[in-house]
Every structure is written in structure tokens, then in C-alpha cells.
């Protein structure tokens, strides 16, 4: 069955610098999804990125805090810039890898800023 | 916007004891999707609903879409330990649209 990897697993930051998460998927999928799940909190989606051209960004996230590469049908990258303690949550992709409307996520990013 | 509630917040449940929980929407949708997450780990999906009143099992998991379309519905049967996590419901009107997840109901199974 399809996966999606994420790396890393976990990082503790220091606040003012910016990390970068890779997520490959083992299958070429259309568009990738990025989410933040806050401590005890649901998943909110960040932003959706399809390969070849900008991402579309949700109400309260901006480009220049979580820019996002998609270089090719695979694999995507998230940046969570200048970071603040307020950022410390898991980061998570996904995908539709196994069709429409089914999607699979990546194990998640645990990010704590200190 | 869409949003979803989900119920219980939270249960504590003897091993072998059936557990039922639901997920209602303010609007309809056309898909719904159920996730359980663990610690340390991403969602993992457990049952996909496509069509009004359909009804899938997985193992000892049901899950229904409501025939209003607002809501669903996941019964787990003789629970046991490993089913202790947090499970999420999501849905999504049409098909393009993003997925609105609800806040999760915390499942924790008492020996």
C-alpha cells in the first residue's frame, strides 16, 4: 500500500529560525495537503500544493510564515519561518495516494520552539 | 464555515463494552471519512462513506452516513485495549473540496 514519509519525526527549535519539513510519497499524486494539529487540538489545514504551481493557502496562514515547495508529483516541503513558541505543534502532510477522497497522512512532525 | 461537532468528547470504557459516537454537520456533505489517531502518529483511516444511509465495517468497526447527510456515525464492538486514541471524523461537501475535521472523540479502554 502507498506511504507518505515525513521527516523529521520530531525537532525542538530555537524561537527566530525556521524549519523545514520534507514529506515523499511513494506514488505520484495531483496535490499534497499540509496541516498543523495544535497540542489537544483537531487538524486545521494549512495549505494545498500541486505540483508545478503555487500553493493555495487557508484563512490565517500566509506564504511568507509557510512557504511551501512542490518540485515534482512526490514529494513537497513546508517551512515554518521565524518561529515562535505559538508554533510549536505537529505538522503533518497528506495525500489522496490511495484515490479521491481517501486521504492517507504522513506520521507528523512534532515541533516544539523554545 | 463548515464546521463539525463530534460526541462524546470523551468516554472510559471497559474492555469488551460496545462504544458509539457520532458527527453532525451544520451543512451537507458528500463524504465522510473516519480517522484514528495514537500517540505520536498521524491519522490513520478507518472507513470512507460516499452515499446517504450506507453502511461499512471494518473488522469490528461500523460506520454509517446518515441519511440527512449532516451526520455519521462509528460503533466500535468488544472494544480491547489497542482501540484506545482519539478518533476523528471528516467531510466534505463536493468533490474538490477540503475536508473539515471534527474535534475527535478521546477513547480510552479500561482493563
Known amino acids: 500500500s502507498a506511504v507518505i514519509s515525513q521527516k523529521p519525526s520530531r525537532d525542538i527549535c530555537q524561537r527566530g529560525t525556521s524549519l523545514t519539513i520534507q514529506c515523499q510519497v511513494d506514488?505520484?499524486?495531483?496535490?499534497m495537503f499540509w496541516y498543523r494539529q495544535q497540542p489537544g487540538q483537531s487538524l486545521t489545514l494549512i495549505a494545498t500544493?500541486?505540483?508545478?504551481?503555487?500553493?493555495?493557502?487557508e484563512s490565517g496562514f500566509v506564504i511568507d510564515k509557510f512557504p511551501i515547495s512542490r518540485p515534482n508529483l512526490t514529494f513537497s516541503t513546508l517551512t515554518v519561518s521565524n518561529m515562535s513558541p505559538e508554533d510549536s505543534s505537529i505538522y503533518l502532510c497528506s495525500a489522496e495516494v490511495l484515490g479521491p477522497g481517501f486521504y492517507t497522512f504522513g506520521s507528523g512532525t512534532r515541533l516544539t520552539v523554545v | 464555515g463548515q464546521q463539525l461537532n463530534q460526541s462524546p468528547q470523551s468516554m472510559f470504557i471497559q474492555e469488551g463494552e460496545d462504544v458509539s459516537m457520532n458527527c453532525t454537520s451544520s451543512s451537507i456533505f458528500n463524504t465522510w471519512l473516519w480517522y484514528k489517531q495514537e500517540p505520536g502518529e498521524g491519522p490513520v483511516l478507518l472507513i470512507a462513506?460516499?452515499?446517504?444511509?450506507e453502511l461499512t465495517s471494518n473488522g469490528r468497526l461500523t460506520a454509517q452516513f446518515g441519511i440527512t447527510r449532516k451526520d455519521s456515525f462509528l460503533n466500535i464492538s468488544a472494544s480491547i485495549p489497542s482501540d484506545v486514541g482519539i478518533y476523528f471524523c471528516a467531510g466534505r461537501g463536493n468533490y474538490g473540496q477540503n475536508f473539515v475535521f471534527g474535534p475527535g472523540t478521546r477513547l480510552s479502554v479500561l482493563p
Open positions: 500544493a500541486n505540483q508545478g504551481s503555487e500553493a493555495t493557502y
Open positions: 462513506l460516499y452515499k446517504a444511509g
Open positions: 506514488s505520484q499524486v495531483t496535490m
